[in-house]
């Protein structure tokens, strides 16, 4: 773990130096996106887990560098507490569909409104980093990410965190381009592993933070607690493992200005995670550039 965050350090600041010889244009951007968010369903004295759509506006503002800053609001249906259950401001660089290495490194962070609906998360915080090789026909794959915050949960007032590294491989298939559209198709096959301590919306760890069917994977040897306090691991600190099997389909069609991505996954639980059966992710975005 310390060699690849070291790593990724590096790159990070290759790409930072690569970044002053160029010169910047900035371009705002707006966006719009949806996927599901587990909330509690409580009928009774019974607790049970719906699914719930959440709706994201973003805005966004990025130099030609690749370097930016996104601020998004996101709305949830179907729930008693705040329409707005977080808001997200993302801080970083990325830089897609170039010919050699595609990377993106952001500081994520999550305000969250207090909707006792949405399960509790302790990690605010979230760095990340994430590395494609494309002079290959088959693209190897490497991210890497940490959540960390404070656990308020039960009184309690102490500094936690989670790690998470995907390795894997993947290809990009053009599909149709011409002057006004291009379409990309890109599937990859990944290994997650992590410590998987806590329910989170960390982008690194999409399989435990969105639909019901998530929280499957965190009761597998965590404890749930009612009344918004989410899913917590009986015993901080769980030992790094292998957590699932992904299937990721990526796509992006281009038009102009605009821009459609759907994205989803298919996670398969491996090791004492097996068992909890297959289950999904799903988001689609659509974003406006004024450049």
């Not at 705002?28 to 607790?47: A, C, K, Q, R």
């Not at 069917?213 to 404890?223: E, P």
């Not at 102009?256 to 090791?271: E, F, H, I, K, M």
Request: charge should be positive.
């Amino acid at each position: 773990m310390k060699n690849t965050f070291l790593l990724l350090i590096s790159v990070f600041l290759c790409a930072l130096l690569h970044a002053q010889k160029v010169q910047n244009k900035w371009t705002p951007t707006i966006g719009l996106s949806s996927d599901i968010v587990p909330t509690y369903n409580i009928v009774g004295t019974d607790t049970g887990y719906s699914n719930n759509l959440s709706i994201a506006p973003s805005f966004s503002i990025r130099n030609t560098a690749g370097w930016g800053i996104t601020y998004s609001p996101k709305f949830l249906s179907g729930t008693s507490g705040p329409l707005i259950f977080m808001h997200a401001v993302t801080v970083g660089v990325e830089q897609y569909d170039r010919k050699t290495l595609d990377y993106a490194f952001n500081y994520n962070h999550y305000f969250f409104s207090g909707n006792k609906s949405v399960p509790y998360s302790p990690l605010s915080n979230e760095i990340s980093g994430s590395l494609t090789w494309k002079k290959m026909w088959v693209n190897p794959i490497v991210e890497a990410g940490v959540g960390f915050g404070n656990d308020t949960s039960g009184g309690k007032n102490s500094l936690v965190n989670d790690i998470a590294v995907v390795l894997g491989a993947g290809h990009s298939f053009e599909l149709y381009a011409d002057q006004n559209l291009n379409m990309v198709f890109r599937p990859a096959l990944l290994l997650n592993l992590g410590t998987n301590d806590y329910f989170s919306f960390l982008s690194i760890s999409n399989y435990n933070g969105h639909g019901k069917n998530s929280l499957k994977f965190l009761k597998n040897g965590h404890q749930n607690n009612s009344g918004g306090n989410g899913n917590k691991n009986k015993s901080a600190g769980s030992p790094f493992s292998v957590s699932n099997i992904e299937a990721r389909f990526e796509a992006s069609a281009e038009w102009g200005n605009w821009t459609l991505r759907p994205d989803a996954s298919l996670y398969l639980p491996v090791g004492k995670y097996a068992g909890t059966g297959v289950y999904g992710y799903w988001q689609i975005a659509v974003t406006y550039s004024f450049y």
